[in-house]
Each structure stands twice: as C-alpha cells, then as structure tokens.
C-alpha cells in the first residue's frame, strides 16, 4: 500500500517496533514525530516467524522508500552489546537469537534495540506525563511488569537493566511484583481475562498490592514522578486513584 507521495521519498524512513509478550507492533514514521502507518499483530513465539513479519511489512511499505533507521523494544533483558534477548518470560523462542544481524540484513541500515519499557519510559519523560520532570519513574502493568528510571530526558545508567516487576513482594511464598499484578498472572490464577473481572472489590485489592511496589521504587529510585502504562491500566483493570490512595497510606512520612 503507497501511503506517501513521491516528493516526500527522499526524506528519512524509521522503522519502529514493539516486541511484547501478546503484540507485536511495527510502524514507520517519516519525521520521528508522527507514525504514518501502524500495524499490530500477534506475537510469535517463534523467532524465525517473527522475523517473517518484519519481511511483510517491509514488502508492503517498499513503494516509500528506503527504511533508514530501525529501533525499536522487546520485552527482555540483553546481552551486552544488545544484539540478542539474553532472557525473557514471555519470549522464550526468542532468546540467544540474533535479532540485531537478522534486521540489519534485511533492512540493511542501522538497528538500535532496547529493552520496550525502557523506551516507553523515555517516550513518557520526554513527549508525555513526564515532561518538566528531571527524575522520572515508569512502570508498564501489562502482560508482564517492566518499568525504567529516566534521568534528564536519558535512560539512566544500569548494569544489566531495571526490573522493578521481578522485586520479591511476597517474600513467604516467594512472589514478585510480576506474579499478583500482571494480566498473566490473573489469568492464570484465575482463569480467566482480566477484562471479564468485575468486581471493584478485586481491582482494589491489586491497586493496594501495586502500591506495595510503587512504595519500593519510590524510596529505592528517589524520582519525581512515578508513571504508570499498560493494558493493566486501562479502564477495566486496576483504577489509579486507588493506586495512588493506597500508595500515600503506604508511603506515610515519605
């Protein structure tokens, strides 16, 4: 599909994408402002079947122009130089494939990959509900629990990556922030979709246990504002102002 006139094929081509453990979105944007085109699809968890999709997509979009530049996130931790998933819940047909040569072949540009709430937390402190703020917390309440400290509008340094979703909430029955608050693991403890759940009650009580975790990254992070992403978060799931009434209480002289 030609979505761009032919005086605008000179400028630069991004390819961005989303790698999560549910969708997989890729998008092209012309001006690292605006998307001109988005598709989502249903992530596999086969690495190779993945790599089919981003062949697709290009075939699609090859009518405008060249792509120039390809960044994008994956919900996992890294190697060192970033070029394979060295570790993911949820992808685990990913893992120790070469998912940065794969791309630089077949787009035959630059590739910079990050882990996705990283830069979903960089795209919050910079264009979104953290502008202003030099110290930014984000957390994504979606499939699983990631989350990034962005320091003057940059990824803060780390040695190995931030994973607030993996700090032990329940240390008796050894459970993570991940285990009690995430879409998977409601469904599978419960048995079914989060959006099926009702009950105003149920969503209370995983807003409290929520702020159990903000309390953590609040004294261990020190920022300025916590932000809060994910399909968790949406109208039918975990209601924020009851994350904030419960994180306050929590929080007491602090």
Known sequence: ???????????????????????????????????????????????????????????????????????????????KDKSKIFWSLHLKGWQNKPLKKALSRLFNCKVFIENDADLAGLGEAVRGAGRGYNIVAYLTISTGVGGARIVNAEIDKNAFGFEPGHQIIDIRNNLELEDIVSGSAIIKKYKKEPYDIKSSRFWDQKAKELAVGLHNIALLWSPEVIILGGSMMKKVGIPINRVQFHLKKILGEF
């Open 1 to 79: 599909r030609r979505f761009e006139s032919s005086r605008l094929r000179h400028l630069y081509m991004y390819l961005l994408f989303d790698i999560g453990g549910t969708k997989m979105r890729l998008a092209v944007s012309r001006d690292g402002k605006r998307l001109i085109r988005q598709e989502i699809f249903k992530t596999p968890k086969n690495f190779e079947a993945g790599i089919k999709i981003f062949e697709r997509f290009k075939t699609e979009i090859s009518g405008s122009g060249k792509i120039n530049v390809v960044c994008g996130g994956v919900a996992g931790t890294f190697n």
